[in-house]
Antibody
Framework: EVQLVESGGGLVQPGGSLKLSCTAS????????IHWVRQASGKGLEWVGRIRIKSNNYATSYAASVKGRFTISRDDSENTAYLQMNNLKTEDTAVYYC?????????????WGQGTLVTVSS | QSVLTQPPSVSGAPGQRVTISCTGSSSNIGAAYDVHWYRQLPGTAPKLLIYSNNNRPSGVPDRFSGSKSGTSASLAITGLQAEDEADYYC????????????FGTGTKVTVL
């Protein structure tokens, strides 16, 4: 079964840092880009960023709202992607999902992890 | 912040047909980038419903269909069922600035 599992969420103060993990199973992790998407409570989905595969030089791209504060990385030997979040703001409070684009599904996202909640509050 | 606009809500009685629009621009849907649709049940992660404008993944009933024209796309649900009550999101790619994935504002479907 193809599965993505996020972890690392929690409560952090404004200005603080947090690192989320996304652990994959059931597919070739090293051959798949990984995207992060977040959702504030009662709000819509917001794309956060993505990391490509080794043959694409692990290229990253970020939403304007997090650029310069968030960093995506991956460890293919551990089948895990990471989202390092620095200088967190209250507006970063959200459930964070990781997902993968699937070639044979037109690069749509499938599946999604269950999400991990990040709360930025003093 | 979303660049794809959806109606906040649509509703219908069981058995009826409802449609959800997704309006973009020349840098996303209008630039021929594919549109995908996701359904999100309360308290759960989004799940792929339609990919590449009008294709259903395995296991999705043919009550769900998608279409795309110009700078807009639509999702239609026929034979509405109580279990279809959920939030629905469109998604595409936007080539403006440095390029990014973009989601619609989301639509809440209510079964009356």
């Amino acid at each position: 079964e193809v599965q993505l599992v996020e972890s690392g969420g929690g409560l952090v103060q404004p200005g603080g840092s947090l690192k989320l993990s996304c652990t994959a199973s059931g597919f070739s992790f090293s051959g798949s880009a990984i995207h992060w998407v977040r959702q504030a409570s009662g709000k819509g989905l917001e794309w956060v960023g993505r990391i490509r595969i080794k043959s694409n030089n692990y290229a990253t791209s970020y939403a304007a709202s997090v650029k310069g504060r968030f960093t995506i990385s991956r460890d293919d030997s551990e089948n895990t992607a990471y989202l390092q979040m620095n200088n967190l703001k209250t507006e970063d409070t959200a459930v964070y999902y990781c997902t993968r684009p699937v070639l044979w599904l037109g690069f749509s996202f499938d599946p999604w992890g269950q999400g991990t909640l990040v709360t930025v509050s003093s | 912040q979303s660049v794809l606009t959806q109606p906040p809500s649509v509703s219908g009685a069981p058995g009826q047909r409802v449609t959800i629009s997704c309006t973009g621009s020349s840098s996303n849907i209008g630039a021929a980038y594919d549109v995908h649709w996701y359904r999100q049940l309360p308290g759960t992660a989004p799940k792929l419903l339609i990919y590449s404008n009008n294709n259903r993944p395995s296991g999705v009933p043919d009550r769900f269909s998608g279409s795309k024209s110009g700078t807009s796309a639509s999702l239609a649900i026929t034979g509405l069922q109580a279990e279809d009550e959920a939030d629905y999101y469109c998604q595409s790619y936007d080539s403006s600035l440095s390029g990014s994935e973009v989601f619609g504002t989301g639509t809440k479907v209510t079964v009356l």
